[in-house]
Every structure is written in C-alpha cells, then in structure tokens.
C-alpha cells in the first residue's frame, strides 16, 4: 500500500519568521539525529536563496556545539571554489566560515579534471563515510533544497538523463558555459532523506510554486522529490506563495 505523502507547505508572511522556523527545525532534526547516532548529516544546495539564512544560522546562538553535525553539498557548479559561483565557496563563506567545526565534518564535493571524476570522487567519498555497501544509498537527516524558475531542484533539469539514474548516488550533468556544469546528488538519494525541506522566495519563483504543488503529476524534477520515508516542507516567503489557492497552504504571520 502507498503510503500517505507527508507534506507540509508553509507560506510565511515575514522572511523573519521563516528563516526562525527553519533554524528551529534545523535544530530539533539535528538534535534527534545526534541523540539517536551520535552525528547529523545534512545536504546544503546553493544559489542566492539560502545566503540570508546559512548567516542567520552561523549567528544563532541556538547552538551550542556543532561537532555532531557532518555538511555534504546537494550540487556543485564545475568551478574552483574561489569562483562566485561556487556553491561550496558561498557555503563556507556565509556559513562554515563562522562557526567552530572540526575539518573532517566538511565534505565538499571536489573539483577534480572533469565533472564525471568529481561524481565518481563525490559517490566514493559518500561510501566511504555512510559506510554503504553495492547497491545501498544513504539516508540523509536533511536535504535543504531550492527551485530554480523552471523546475529544477539540486541539479536535476527538466530533460536531463540525471533524472532517470536509479543505482548511482550522484551524477554529473552537462549545462551551458554560463550555467556551468554540475554535480548533483540522484533523486534515489534525495528521496531516502528523513527530512527535504525546499526553501523558496521571490515572485519569480510564484508561477513554478503553483506548478509544483498543485499538479503534482507534472515530471518536474522538483515535483519527482516525494521523500519514501521522509517529511517534505516546503518553506515560501509570501512573494513564492503569492499564487496558491489559499486552503492548500497554512499562511504564517
Ligand atoms: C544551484 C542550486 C540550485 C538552486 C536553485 C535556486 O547550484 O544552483 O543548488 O538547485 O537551489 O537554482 O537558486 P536560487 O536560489 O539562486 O534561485
């Protein structure tokens, strides 16, 4: 029997009060994961969208350790981290940077010669450390995403063969010069998270917000992430959500 979906779309009236609930829930997963194993894995994405809170978080005084706590990159853009495109470079800038954490918790995807040598690298090093036997994946405590306009999540593009990968863990994907090309966790990995939590914002994000909830049949990557064990929130600032039927969504002041 299928399972019922267990979705939560959150529509928030003031960036404030999303960015508190995101770090709220931040730390109530990374509590219980590190209670239960003793460490909590999370899978950060890039973009602008998650800039103002990876800052808020590494300010929060919520925390008081982060030893337990091991980041992994949903994507990467095939550049050095010192390009300003570099997911990981944003990442260690606005976040990693700003807290206190042992190195061996920061698990980068590298950029070796080619995209497919960083996949393969990124898959072995995933192996390696959720200890993973042929044919297991592993299950993330969160998978932080975001949705670029055309349905994209991670780096999974509408079209692209990533989509279909079923045995791998990561897959590299091949975009124009200006876009880069990617390395990006599969959706069997990304739908054996406990936790995906998609943070949108802005009014270029509303039309695809509509798509991707209320026609939830469409093949849309960002539509194809249905956690099989795992809760799914989507988090929209009011401009994101400005074009939902109102009873689909629980509106936050
Ligand atoms: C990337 C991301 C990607 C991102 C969306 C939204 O490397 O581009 O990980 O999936 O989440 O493109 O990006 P914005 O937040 O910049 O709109």
Do not use: C
């Amino acid at each position: 029997m299928k399972r019922p979906e267990i979705k939560e779309v959150l529509v928030f009236q003031k960036r404030e009060k999303l960015y508190g609930f995101l770090i709220k829930k931040w730390k109530e997963i990374s509590g219980k994961a590190i209670k239960e194993k003793g460490f909590f894995t999370v899978a950060l994405s890039g973009g602008e969208t998650p800039v103002e809170f990876y800052q808020r978080l590494a300010d929060s005084k919520n925390f008081f350790s982060w030893d337990g706590t091991h980041f992994f990159l949903a994507d990467e853009r095939f550049v050095s981290f010192e390009h300003p495109d570099s997911n990981y470079g944003m990442i260690r800038k606005d976040l990693l940077a700003r807290i206190l954490l042992p190195p061996q918790n920061v698990h980068p995807i590298q950029i070796y010669q080619t995209p497919e040598i960083s996949t393969e690298k990124y898959e072995e090093d995933l192996r390696m450390f959720f200890n993973l036997g042929k044919g297991e994946f592993p299950e993330f405590d969160l998978i932080l995403l975001g949705i670029g306009a055309e349905g994209h999540t991670a780096s999974l593009f509408p079209g692209d063969s990533a989509l279909s990968e079923t045995h791998r863990l990561t897959a590299a994907v091949h975009l124009n010069e200006e876009r880069h090309d990617r390395v990006t966790l599969t959706l069997p990995v990304i739908n054996r998270a406990r936790q995906v939590i998609f943070l949108v914002s802005g009014e270029e994000k509303s039309e695809i917000m509509k798509e991707v909830l209320e026609k939830p049949e469409s093949n849309l990557p960002a539509s194809m992430v249905k956690p099989v064990k795992g809760k799914l929130f989507f988090l929209l600032d009011k401009e994101a959500g400005s074009l939902l039927l109102q009873d689909k969504t629980a509106l936050k002041k």
